[in-house]
């Protein structure tokens, strides 16, 4: 972090900053932990173009998950504009390894947040982002159409255009609802974390579970778990409080790949190739 940036913080947070220390803040964005006299901050800063939408829809996703009381977030300090980019800066949330029951306490907050029902169509009332790729919300009262038109064929449009899948490889929209049409149950719209990968949640020192990064929209709460599930998957001990709150529904595990492959059909798009076969063998598991 340069001197000017540093100054400009201090400056915003009426503070010296006496220490700064580069840390993990995942692949998109430098993640930075600054140490004042008796506090600390963490800090994300992005020099792309498209920073100033994904943090302040960062910022609003953040609040939404922690206005349901649910499960908190890290609170929002400030937003800032920069001359190439954006800065977010959060409160620092000092951090413990998980134990069994953190994992518990955090599959029982989650299922709290997702029995939450406080929409009646599916999506958000803005677009936002999946890691840096822009993510469309258009509301839809039909999850079928949602998933299809807003999840699954724009990644799969964007992987044809970026010649990581072939056209012949793509099923077309009509074949992709007549499959969830046989697939997805009646869905109530649940407020979804929409990214919730192991990097994406933390415990805190005092045992309580935090949820960070979100792409927040309402969706079908199955989506959270198959992301869960998808590199490695979490604890038993979550899932067992998940379901003990929210039980499992029959078909779970074929709505399971079918909602992994928008994940993976987004590290396709972001990563490359390394995602092609993965994406391929569910493809061809249901066309």
Not at 87 to 103: N, P, V
Not at 183 to 211: A, K, R
């Amino acid at each position: 972090m340069n001197k000017e940036l540093i100054a400009h913080l201090e400056y915003l947070l009426c503070t010296k900053i006496q220490k700064t220390r580069a840390i993990s803040g995942g692949d998109i964005s430098k993640a930075y932990l600054l140490e004042t006299d008796g506090e600390h901050f963490f800090c994300k800063i992005n020099s792309e173009t498209y920073a100033q939408r994904m943090f302040q829809e960062e910022k609003l996703g953040l609040e939404a998950i922690a206005s349901t009381k649910t499960i908190k977030t890290p609170k929002v300090l400030l937003y800032e504009p920069l001359e190439k980019g954006a800065l977010l800066l959060m409160e620092y949330i000092s951090q413990k390894k998980a134990d069994k029951f953190d994992m518990k306490h955090l599959g029982h907050q989650l299922a709290m947040l997702h029995e939450l029902s406080e929409s009646n169509t599916f999506g958000w009332k803005t677009d936002n982002f999946i890691g840096s790729l822009p993510q469309s919300n258009i509301s839809n009262t039909d999850w079928n159409l949602f998933f299809a038109k807003e999840r699954i064929l724009p990644q799969l449009r964007l992987a044809r255009d970026k010649n990581r899948l072939l056209p012949i490889e793509i099923p077309s929209e009509s074949q992709w609802l007549k499959l969830f049409e046989n697939y997805f149950p009646e869905v109530v719209p649940s407020l979804l974390h929409g990214d919730l990968w192991s990097g994406n949640y933390v415990i805190s020192t005092d045992s309580t579970p935090y949820l960070i990064d979100p792409s927040v929209y309402y969706g079908h709460h199955e989506v959270d778990l198959a992301m869960t599930r998808l590199f490695g998957g979490f604890d038993t001990n979550f899932y067992e409080a998940y379901h003990d709150i929210i039980p499992k529904e029959n078909g779970v595990s074929i709505r399971m790949d079918l909602y992994q492959l928008y994940y993976l059909l987004v590290h396709l798009n972001l990563f490359g190739n390394s995602y092609y076969y993965q994406v391929l063998e569910t493809l061809k598991r249901y066309f």
